[in-house]
């Protein structure tokens, strides 16, 4: 990783996790990478902030106190810190995948903490939690997206080993119509050939090399198969109850298809996709989140923490 995208990863982490307007002078003593005279990181705080504003990331402009006439401050507003995909190509699905993997392990890792860190050592109050809901990984089990799309587009045959929620591995031959994403993992949507019938694969769960072969001459895509609809709330049976404080949790609130206020607290209705990655959210928001139901999430989460405290002990 490049000195300058470092900086600009520790930026960007900076002003996500401050809960007030930054100044320049606490920008450049906190972020690393402003060197120099100050003349030297004023510049380079300038095509720093165009970067970041060419990838489309809204930098708001703003003082620490409305009511003077105080030096300029900035950050970022996380429900503004997102983009549309669009249209995108086979090759640009795969880079993308790499990219927000990395994205991820920098948010999470030593570059986030190291950030955060020095924030808080100048007297600056951050929120470390708002990061992993605005940097998710997308997680393709290490699987060939580009494989994938590009047998979508010519409607091929894909063969492959599953494993099913009963945790049973079968074979699986899917004509794939469609690819999406949710929580962070990939999800691949197709007409298995056994049953005629669209099911949905999480990607990470296959569990053998995925093969590709000319499909069926008679092929044709269901009428009004929308994949938005693969995660519409009557195709989910399993929803967890986390109760959250008022405020914090903001990764979890983005999963909630509803909200209950209890005063200090807020209790968050979230379909379950994946269990595990549920489970890693609530640990990250530590005593801001407490599970309700069900009993399976609220013990894996108890038996994480558990050995957490046993290997660090």
């Known amino acids: 990783m490049s000195r300058k995208i470092e900086r600009l990863i520790n930026l960007t982490?900076?002003?996500l996790a401050t809960k007030r307007f930054l100044t320049k002078s606490e920008i450049f003593e906190s972020v690393e990478g402003y060197e120099g005279s100050p003349e030297t990181k004023e510049r380079m705080f300038e095509r720093d902030k165009d970067d970041l504003r060419?990838?489309?990331?809204e930098i708001e402009v703003g003082s620490f106190d409305p009511?003077?006439?105080?030096?300029?401050?900035?950050?970022?507003?996380?429900?503004?810190?997102?983009?549309?995909l669009g249209d995108i190509s086979s090759k640009e699905v795969s880079l993308l995948s790499l990219a927000a993997e990395a994205w991820q392990e920098a948010s999470f890792g030593d570059v986030a903490q190291k950030a955060l860190l020095k924030l808080r050592s100048i007297g600056i109050p951050s929120d470390e939690i708002?990061?992993?809901?605005?940097?998710?990984?997308?997680?393709?089990?290490?699987?060939?997206?580009?494989?994938?799309t590009r047998a979508i587009a010519q409607q091929q045959l894909l063969e492959f080993s599953y494993l099913d929620s009963a945790m049973n591995v079968n074979g699986r031959q899917v004509v794939p119509i469609g690819l999406s994403t949710r929580n962070g993992f990939w999800y691949l949507s197709g007409v298995?050939?056994?049953?005629?019938?669209?099911?949905?694969?999480?990607?990470?769960?296959?569990?053998?090399?995925?093969?590709?072969s000319p499909g069926p001459v008679d092929f044709e895509t269901p009428i009004g198969f929308d994949p938005k609809a693969t995660f519409s709330e009557s195709t989910i049976k399993d929803f967890a109850i986390i109760d959250v404080r008022v405020g914090k949790a903001a990764s979890l609130r983005a999963l909630a298809v509803s909200t209950r206020s209890l005063g200090e607290w807020d209790q968050l209705r979230i379909p379950i996709l994946s269990?595990?990655?549920?489970?890693?959210?609530?640990?990250?928001?530590g005593l801001d989140a407490f599970v309700q139901e069900p009993v399976e999430l609220r013990d894996l989460v108890v038996a994480k923490l558990e050995a957490l405290v046993s290997n660090h002990a």
Not at 54 to 57: D, H, P, R, Y
Not at 135 to 145: A, H, S, T
Not at 194 to 202: A, K, L, P, S, V
Request: net charge negative; hydrophobic share 40%.
């Open 275 to 285: 269990i595990d990655s549920l489970c890693s959210l609530v640990m990250w928001h």
């Open 54 to 57: 060419s990838l489309g990331i």
């Open 67 to 84: 009511l003077f006439n105080d030096e300029a401050g900035y950050k970022i507003k996380q429900e503004r810190y997102q983009f549309e």
């Open 130 to 148: 708002s990061i992993p809901g605005s940097v998710q990984k997308l997680n393709d089990g290490g699987q060939d997206l580009s494989l994938i």
């Open 192 to 212: 298995d050939q056994d049953i005629q019938e669209i099911r949905t694969f999480r990607i990470d769960r296959i569990q053998s090399t995925i093969t590709a």
């Open 13 to 15: 982490i900076a002003l």
